[in-house]
């Protein structure tokens, strides 16, 4: 399965009627049936030639929209060694609710999935406990520590799609150069969360009117800057394709912009509360929407979303929101191509973690279930961009980055499928949620569009 593990599941067919079929890898895009025979596609279009199957089940998507399977390729699962924050079962469950078919999990766990062995224990947890397929990253080096190499050959071989050191960033340039290399060899990505340790230092909010106003340690928009600008350094000397997590800052939009103008071999992702968010919000509700309010794509009323106190926790996160101008570069930067990739970053933490003091709680946020939505809406909802590009985003573009055999509906394809319903409104709960952590700055936020059904390998296991 191309490195991707779910457990085995039973084989039948599945008639998928009347909606509108969008498969941005095959640029096809219109009301069409889809024909699930023995887990795969076996059939796509107005009318389905083949004689439907006895006791096929049928499934009218009038209305929806069905799409390939959704990939969120940045998951933190916590298994092994952290399972009071998450685990694959709780995790894939919560990927299920938010209609992902396939999720890539890091390697900062206990221990660090730095070797072949720690990459068999994840793939055989998944195997028993996964609903959704589950991909995993190596780690770039040992223990995640940024000190010494990690085997990326033997991690290659045990099936990781791509190398990472999680949360954390290679500090060494000599370091990260020379695992681009052997990554380059290997045909791996590397994939980075940029943090420039010596700009960031202590930060944990975003340097500016609001980290100033409320006391906050900054965190400059120029510490991610300074290692977008270093990847693409190696990634043009090395010919390694680089991709940049959770892009926060205009000044990374324009470098990524600017290297990929010229071939540079480099991509990046946004993330919903990179682009729904501001720091405002650090100084409660009230600030947020006299500040940001007409950024928030659906909301005309500042009155329909639930307060947020001052220096709420449950806001902070790694990167941090940023300023206003910060979140429309981002947004540029997905309308025009230049980001790639929408992903979620879910990151659960335990709530006592969460209840202490800004400077002492984790960063990060879960989002697994909301990471949908908050995309239709800020992105199409809002007129910056079509259904299609918000589908080829969680779809095809992570596919091709890291060579998954998914995000397509092609004949002979794994039926990994999501149907749609863009237009249904609803409210995301702490209570209700399918996750073990409920680190959500998104509670009780009222939403439109969501997935309705999540089908994995032909087999529905989620439906309205």
Same mark, same amino acid.
């Not at 954390?168 to 000599?174: G, I, K, P």
């Not at 220096?311 to 206003?324: E, F, G, H, Q, V």
């Given at each position: 399965?191309?490195?991707?593990?779910?457990?085995?599941?039973?084989m039948?067919?599945?008639?998928?009627?009347?909606?509108?079929?969008?498969?941005?890898?095959?640029?096809?895009?219109?009301?069409?049936?889809?024909?699930?025979?023995?887990?795969?596609?076996?059939?796509?279009?107005?009318?389905?030639?083949?004689?439907?199957?006895?006791?096929?089940?049928?499934?009218?998507?009038?209305?929806?929209?069905?799409?390939?399977?959704?990939?969120?390729?940045?998951?933190?699962?916590?298994?092994?060694?952290?399972?009071?924050?998450?685990?694959?079962?709780?995790?894939?469950?919560?990927?299920?609710?938010?209609?992902?078919?396939?999720? =890539?999990?890091?390697?900062?766990?206990? &221990? /660090?999935?730095?070797?072949?062995?720690? *990459? +068999?224990?994840?793939?055989?947890? !998944? @195997?028993?406990?996964?609903?959704?397929?589950?991909?995993?990253?190596?780690?770039?080096?040992?223990?995640?520590?940024?000190?010494?190499?990690?085997?990326?050959?033997?991690?290659?071989?045990?099936?990781?799609?791509?190398?990472?050191?999680?949360?954390?960033?290679v500090?060494?340039?000599?370091?990260?150069?020379?695992?681009?290399?052997?990554?380059?060899?290997?045909?791996?990505?590397?994939?980075?969360?940029?943090?420039?340790?010596?700009?960031?230092?202590?930060?944990?909010?975003?340097?500016g009117?609001?980290?100033? =106003?409320?006391?906050?340690?900054?965190? &400059? /928009?120029?510490?991610?800057?300074?290692? *977008? +600008?270093?990847?693409?350094?190696? !990634? @043009?000397?090395?010919?390694?394709?680089?991709?940049?997590?959770?892009?926060?800052?205009?000044?990374?939009?324009?470098?990524?912009?600017?290297?990929?103008?010229?071939?540079?071999?480099?991509?990046?992702?946004?993330?919903?509360?990179?682009?729904?968010?501001?720091?405002?919000?650090?100084?409660?509700?009230?600030?947020?929407?006299?500040?940001d309010?007409?950024?928030?794509?659906?909301?005309?009323?500042?009155?329909?979303l639930?307060?947020?106190?001052?220096?709420?926790?449950?806001?902070?996160?790694?990167?941090?929101?940023?300023?206003?101008?910060?979140?429309?570069?981002?947004?540029?930067?997905?309308?025009?191509?230049?980001?790639?990739?929408?992903?979620?970053?879910?990151?659960?933490?335990?709530?006592?973690?969460?209840?202490?003091e800004?400077?002492?709680?984790?960063?990060?946020?879960?989002?697994?279930?909301?990471?949908?939505?908050?995309s239709?809406?800020?992105l199409?909802?809002?007129?910056?961009?079509?259904?299609?590009?918000?589908?080829?985003?969680?779809?095809?573009?992570?596919a091709?980055?890291?060579?998954?055999?998914?995000?397509?509906?092609?004949?002979?394809?794994?039926?990994?499928?999501?149907?749609?319903?863009?237009?249904?409104?609803?409210?995301?709960?702490?209570?209700?949620?399918?996750s073990?952590?409920?680190?959500?700055?998104?509670?009780?936020?009222?939403?439109?569009?969501?997935?309705?059904?999540t089908?994995?390998?032909?087999?529905v296991?989620?439906?309205?």
């Amino acid at each position: 399965m191309g490195g991707g593990v779910y457990r085995s599941r039973p084989m039948g067919s599945l008639h998928l009627r009347g909606g509108r079929v969008i498969d941005p890898a095959n640029r096809f895009d219109s009301v069409a049936d889809v024909l699930i025979s023995e887990g795969r596609v076996a059939e796509v279009g107005e009318q389905i030639s083949q004689a439907i199957p006895d006791g096929c089940k049928s499934i009218d998507c009038s209305g929806k929209v069905v799409a390939p399977g959704l990939i969120d390729m940045h998951v933190h699962l916590r298994e092994p060694g952290q399972s009071a924050k998450e685990t694959i079962e709780t995790g894939t469950r919560a990927a299920v609710r938010g209609g992902f078919t396939s999720v =890539v999990c890091m390697p900062n766990t206990s &221990p /660090a999935i730095d070797s072949a062995g720690t *990459v +068999a224990l994840v793939k055989e947890k !998944a @195997e028993k406990q996964a609903l959704v397929n589950v991909y995993i990253t190596g780690a770039i080096t040992k223990d995640i520590a940024g000190e010494e190499m990690a085997p990326i050959g033997s991690l290659k071989q045990a099936g990781v799609v791509a190398i990472t050191d999680g949360r954390n960033c290679v500090q060494s340039h000599e370091l990260m150069r020379r695992a681009m290399e052997y990554a380059a060899m290997f045909g791996l990505p590397v994939i980075d969360h940029c943090q420039d340790e010596s700009l960031v230092t202590d930060g944990v909010a975003h340097e500016g009117y609001w980290s100033a =106003v409320l006391g906050l340690h900054p965190w &400059p /928009a120029a510490g991610e800057e300074m290692i *977008v +600008a270093r990847n693409v350094l190696l !990634a @043009e000397k090395t010919g390694c394709r680089v991709h940049c997590q959770h892009v926060s800052a205009a000044g990374s939009v324009r470098l990524i912009r600017e290297a990929k103008s010229r071939g540079v071999p480099i991509s990046g992702e946004a993330c919903p509360h990179h682009f729904v968010l501001t720091d405002a919000a650090l100084a409660g509700s009230e600030k947020f929407w006299e500040a940001d309010g007409k950024g928030v794509a659906g909301y005309g009323d500042r009155k329909e979303l639930p307060s947020w106190p001052k220096y709420d926790t449950l806001l902070k996160m790694n990167p941090p929101i940023r300023s206003a101008a910060d979140r429309e570069a981002i947004l540029d930067g997905l309308t025009d191509g230049t980001l790639e990739v929408l992903a979620s970053d879910h990151a659960p933490h335990c709530d006592y973690e969460k209840e202490v003091e800004f400077d002492y709680a984790p960063f990060g946020v879960t989002g697994l279930e909301t990471a949908l939505s908050l995309s239709l809406m800020q992105l199409c909802h809002s007129g910056r961009l079509g259904i299609d590009k918000v589908i080829e985003k969680f779809t095809s573009a992570p596919a091709k980055l890291l060579k998954l055999d998914r995000g397509s509906l092609s004949v002979g394809a794994v039926a990994d499928v999501t149907v749609i319903n863009p237009d249904v409104e609803w409210t995301f709960t702490a209570e209700e949620t399918a996750s073990k952590s409920v680190n959500s700055p998104f509670n009780n936020w009222p939403l439109k569009g969501r997935a309705v059904s999540t089908i994995v390998g032909g087999r529905v296991v989620n439906a309205e």
